[in-house]
T-cell receptor, first 114, second 112 residues
Framework: DAGVIQSPRHEVTEMGQEVTLRCKPI?????LFWYRQTMMRGLELLIY????????DSGMPEDRFSAKMPNASFSTLKIQPSEPRDSAVYFC????????????FGPGTRLTVL | QKEVEQNSGPLSVPEGAIASLNCTYS??????FFWYRQYSGKSPELIMS????GDKEDGRFTAQLNKASQYVSLLIRDSQPSDSATYLC????????????FGKGITLSVRP
């Protein structure tokens, strides 16, 4: 079975540009989580969705960040405009509601904003 | 007090030894507890989950949960160099389909 799929795996962009990160959760999973990981702050939850509905976006740093989940198999995290301090690894994870709450992570997108 | 705390590292053990990784959490209502392993440059990989007090064994790994003392630990027996990684403790307060809170992680190095 395919795991969580993320694209792109690496993104290098210039300050001020729009960045879109993409995620496909594991088939049948109904919860999707976006995380950001840096050396300084560790792994932080940005936002999560249940059944395509955003439940908690309190971790989204500011209005420059937005996330959508138009259907059960696709989500995007957008940063507009991007800033150098957004440089990090962004992970997507998914979980199922069938009695367990284990989350499975995608390979991540390494974002560098110059 | 941080929600999930892991003892500061790095931790270095010789090959074949037992590595003991500890984690404490602040919220008594926490329900589910997880250990993730993360190799450098890779994503976190779930290696153990535990939901009730006591020990849970899976191969060389044993997770221990003590809700009264609010700690969860991971023991790695017969440590191998391939176990060298960062280990993240995660806690879920609200059950299925809710968020995890992660500790900062501890880096384990197993010396050949």
């Amino acid at each position: 079975d395919a795991g969580v799929i993320q694209s792109p795996r690496h993104e290098v962009t210039e300050m001020g540009q729009e960045v879109t990160l993409r995620c496909k959760p594991i088939s049948g999973h109904n919860s999707l989580f976006w995380y950001r990981q840096t050396m300084m702050r560790g792994l932080e939850l940005l936002i999560y969705f249940n059944n395509n509905v955003p439940i908690d976006d309190s971790g989204m740093p500011e209005d420059r960040f937005s996330a959508k989940m138009p259907n059960a198999s696709f989500s995007t995290l957008k940063i507009q405009p991007s800033e150098p301090r957004d440089s990090a690894v962004y992970f997507c994870a998914s979980s199922s509601n069938r009695g367990r709450d284990e989350q499975f992570f995608g390979p991540g997108t390494r974002l560098t904003v110059l | 007090q941080k929600e999930v705390e892991q003892n500061s590292g790095p931790l270095s053990v010789p090959e074949g030894a037992i590595a003991s990784l500890n984690c404490t959490y602040s919220d008594r209502v926490s329900q589910s507890f997880f250990w993730y392993r993360q190799y450098s440059g890779k994503s976190p990989e779930l290696i153990m989950s535990i939901y009730s007090n006591g020990d849970k064994e899976d191969g060389r790994f044993t997770a221990q949960l003590n809700k009264a003392s609010q700690y969860v630990s991971l023991l790695i027996r017969d440590s191998q160099p391939s176990d060298s990684a960062t280990y993240l403790c995660a806690v879920n307060k609200h059950g299925a389909n809710s968020k995890l809170t992660f500790g900062k992680g501890i880096t384990l190095s197993v010396r050949p």
